[in-house]
């Protein structure tokens, strides 16, 4: 498959020297000038590594994150921190939304507080449904931004954003899915949704199921990235048929030294602090950095869109 | 029999991804649907028709519930309304509906027919895949459901993911229903709602 081929040559991936034990550092370190930090972010005291493009869409990624814990709010801190450079406008949400009790004073402490400076700003948040969130209640609470729905799509500049309810996917949900991939005429096509498809985590394990349903979908439709979280660690896993994969599931909760190694799946593995995404698409390259609880960078890169010579 | 035809008939036509190694094997989804047919196909017409009657119960059930006088849940910032209003449908549903009774939907006829589907679909080939999903969503215990009771999760407890290849094997419900899986019981929940229908024990091995 040439998809891997481009995948092996033009990978450009950097992790930190003296990284918290516990990461599985094995992506190829060579021509790691992936991204040019701007000024802005050395006078900010930030390690940016998105080199921030005119007309670039910018997200962050967030996922198991609803504990409403000094956890929690460290990471959303670091988000408020880097917001301040990149300037992102909409955080996409793996699941987990909202542990434990759903009253307004849950949604309060567990969401609208820890992100008030960025819902300040007007930043978006799109939510997929993890097992510990209430369906009925989230998909209608209105900064989820699901419309109501269980399972949706919305479009930022050149990326199509597919968010799925790995709850209950039923036949409908993969009909629906099938002809929304089929229709996208969208540059880059990316999934998200709670439950792992590929994962070296040992709490829960993939889902094989759901991941022999889903994975003929976004190879035949040219799937270009997937989220998921639902383990408390982070993990950027080895392409799968070509499709990148990450498992960002500790912006909450963590589950230590959760990780088997050595495995062969992961690329980037870390379960040693809590974590989020910063990602950026701009043309046929998507950046993208996670960032730990303490503000350390755990890994960054660029991934090219698949079936280009990207540089 | 729509509900018959409409049984995995999305599949068609779907490509086997290269997988990992795995605990499982895993089986195309053609193979799945092929499956599904096939534990359908061994029904006999009698019962078929079951089926056909209990998919026509939960589409009464639905167009009653349409019917009430409730506002349905919509997107709001104000989660007390959200709960008022998922709390004032149930109080008209079960109104409507008060002397519902275990058995009603899943009614004595169609359970030895759902029961059949079940262990049939979790003895064959897709097994083994289906029991690895239910084991890796942390698996709810039994619990007590009550029909016309909330769905027991008001207290943040997490629900089960019901695996996309069981649903598969199972007659496809209208929208605003779903099944759900407690311990070895299949129950069926209003997700407006968030009320208990009606529930099948024992139906999973």
């Known amino acids: 498959m040439h998809v891997a081929k481009y995948l092996a040559l033009a990978l450009l991936v950097c992790a930190p020297p003296g990284l918290p034990g516990g990461q599985t550092a094995v992506d190829s370190k060579a021509g790691a000038a992936a991204a040019t930090a701007p000024p802005s972010s050395a006078a900010n005291g930030l390690n940016l590594k998105l080199p921030l493009k005119n007309g670039s869409v910018r997200w962050a990624v967030i996922g198991d994150n609803g504990t409403g814990d000094r956890a929690e709010q460290a990471v959303a801190g670091q988000m408020q921190r880097y917001w301040q450079v990149v300037k992102?406008?909409?955080?996409?949400?793996?699941?987990?939304?909202?542990?434990?009790?759903?009253?307004?004073?849950?949604?309060?402490?567990?969401?609208?507080?820890?992100?008030?400076?960025?819902?300040?700003?007007?930043v978006k948040f799109y939510a997929s449904l993890g097992n510990h969130d209430d369906p009925d209640i989230e998909r209608n609470y209105k900064p989820f931004d699901m419309g109501g729905n269980r399972y949706y799509t919305f479009t930022k500049g050149d990326v199509q954003f597919f968010v799925l309810d790995?709850?209950?996917?039923?036949?409908?949900?993969?009909?629906?899915?099938?002809?929304?991939?089929?229709?996208?005429?969208?540059?880059?096509?990316?999934?998200y949704f709670h439950h792992p498809l590929f994962t070296a985590a040992r709490y829960h394990g993939p889902d094989v199921d759901l991941r022999s349903q889903l994975m003929p979908l976004f190879t035949k439709y040219g799937v270009n990235a997937v989220w998921y979280g639902h383990e408390h660690v982070y993990e950027r896993i080895k392409p799968q048929s070509g499709i990148y994969f990450?498992?960002?599931?500790?912006?909450?909760?963590?589950?230590?030294?959760?990780?088997?190694?050595?495995?062969?799946?992961?690329?980037?593995?870390?379960?040693?602090?809590?974590?989020?995404?910063?990602?950026?698409?701009?043309g046929d390259q998507m950046y993208f950095q996670t960032i730990s609880a303490s503000g350390e960078t755990v890994v960054s890169g660029m991934l090219p869109r698949q079936g280009t010579t990207s540089q | 029999m729509n509900t018959l035809k409409a049984i995995g008939t999305f599949g068609l036509g779907l490509m086997l991804a290269a997988l990992p190694s795995s605990a499982v094997t895993l089986q195309t989804p053609e193979q799945d649907?092929?499956?599904?047919?096939?534990?359908?196909?061994?029904?006999?017409?009698?019962?078929?028709?079951q089926l056909k009657a209990f998919s026509d119960r939960v589409k009464a059930y639905v167009k009653m519930q349409r019917q009430l006088p409730a506002d349905k849940l919509s997107p709001t910032k104000d989660v007390t309304k959200l709960d008022q209003q998922r709390k004032a449908l149930r109080d008209a549903l079960q109104r409507a509906r008060p002397n519902a009774k275990q058995g009603e939907i899943f009614a004595p006829e169609v359970a030895p027919v759902f029961r059949k589907l079940l262990h049939a679909t979790m003895a064959g080939p897709e097994g083994p895949k289906i029991r690895a999903s239910l084991n890796h969503a942390e698996p709810i215990g039994p619990r007590d459901l009550t029909v016309n009771g909330a769905y027991p999760n008001t207290q943040g407890q997490p629900m089960q993911s019901v695996p996309p290849t069981l649903l598969l094997n199972l007659p496809v419900l209208p929208k605003?229903?779903?099944?759900?899986?407690?311990?070895?019981?299949?129950?069926?929940?209003?997700a407006d709602a968030n009320m208990v229908v009606d529930f099948l024990p024992d139906a999973l091995p």
Not at chain 1, 103 to 120: A, T
Not at chain 1, 246 to 255: A, D, K, P, Q, Y
Not at chain 2, 33 to 49: F, M, P, V, Y
Not at chain 2, 176 to 190: C, M, N, Q, W
């Open chain 1, 88 to 122: 992102f406008n909409f955080v996409t949400m793996d699941g987990d939304n909202i542990y434990g009790g759903h009253s307004p004073g849950d949604f309060q402490r567990k969401f609208e507080q820890p992100y008030k400076p960025l819902l300040d700003e007007g």
């Open chain 1, 166 to 191: 790995s709850n209950y996917m039923d036949p409908q949900q993969l009909s629906w899915v099938d002809d929304k991939l089929k229709n996208s005429t969208a540059k880059w096509k990316i999934a």
């Open chain 1, 246 to 282: 990450f498992l960002e599931g500790c912006s909450g909760e963590l589950r230590f030294h959760n990780l088997r190694k050595p495995n062969d799946l992961d690329q980037v593995g870390f379960d040693t602090d809590r974590a989020f995404m910063l990602v950026e698409v701009a």
């Open chain 2, 33 to 49: 649907e092929a499956a599904a047919k096939a534990s359908i196909a061994a029904l006999s017409d009698a019962e078929r028709a």
């Open chain 2, 176 to 190: 605003g229903v779903e099944y759900r899986i407690t311990g070895h019981t299949l129950s069926l929940r209003d």
